[in-house]
């Protein structure tokens, strides 16, 4: 972020008076624009035991393996977003239930909020950022070709719970130097 | 947004190929910037059967009573960011509990993501951006001098589920027409 949104000026990076971090200021106007994180939603959609996963057709991670997922928009409730993103990515109409895992991707600036799915209707099939869409029982997850670390801790907290036969909210926090690890597991 | 935070040059509306709403995109370097909501953070501090309130001395709700919130900022989690708040807006250590309410604020295009909590010294005050900070009996709540509607929720479901004895996770959808009212319920 170099200029200002609204009028055009260059920004510089100072502490505003009352805050406690440095934020981008812009030099003309003296209007400061605030970053925060961005919520990306998603869910892990079974089918008779089975999980729709994706193979991306786009950077990052093109040709690596992912639950539906994507930048929850305005416009909609995280729920909406996820059901959203299964029909765009994988053609799947989903039924949204409990939410699964938070996971802050901290490096990445966002945090991915999956929820639990199941397959309203049998079908599915490649949307445009797909290269294909497949049920895999989870004996066969391909858990050395997944897309991201929140991928992987969704599943197998999924999976987990699923063998538990509990519904839990699970957090954790992600940087790219260090593994994913449970920061507090609440079972339901 | 008028103006490309990248270059400088001024931004176009348009649908960019394969994406299905308007955005932002710059009529000079041609990136596109998305917006997305804004995660608010907040939690229900609980001490000794009493909930602490903060009356805002900033707009917007200048003078009305809210539970400690705010902006998540990027290099936190929401559990961290909802602690920070409690201490930068009431001076109160908080042990963060369960996730309690998501409230979507379609209007404000903003996630409020509220939890449990409970103090974890029995001290408090009045930080920068409040006028006092008091513990309320649930029977004292100043009901008509809430500051937003998600507050309201937050509470509403927070008091239902100590008497039922529970710690559900409630979601809601609130935009400046409508009352709030619950999406689904999720008992723990």
Redesign the interface.
Known sequence: ???????????ALKVPT?D??PRHVCTACELV???????VVGCVPEHEGRILLCRRAIEPRHGFWTIPAG?????????QGAARESW?EAYARVEIG??LA?V?V?HA?Q?HVMFRARLAEPTWGAG?ESLEVALYDPADIPWTDLAFASVRFALERYLEDRAAGR?G?H?T?IDRRLPAAP??G?P?
């Open positions: 972020m170099k200029f200002c949104p609204q009028c055009g000026q260059p920004l009352g406690h971090l624009h605030y970053q925060n994180p961005k919520i930048f929850m928009e305005n416009d909609e409730t995280m729920q765009e409990s939410m938070v802050t901290l600036q945090v445009a519904d909210l957090f926090a920061l507090a609440v339901g």
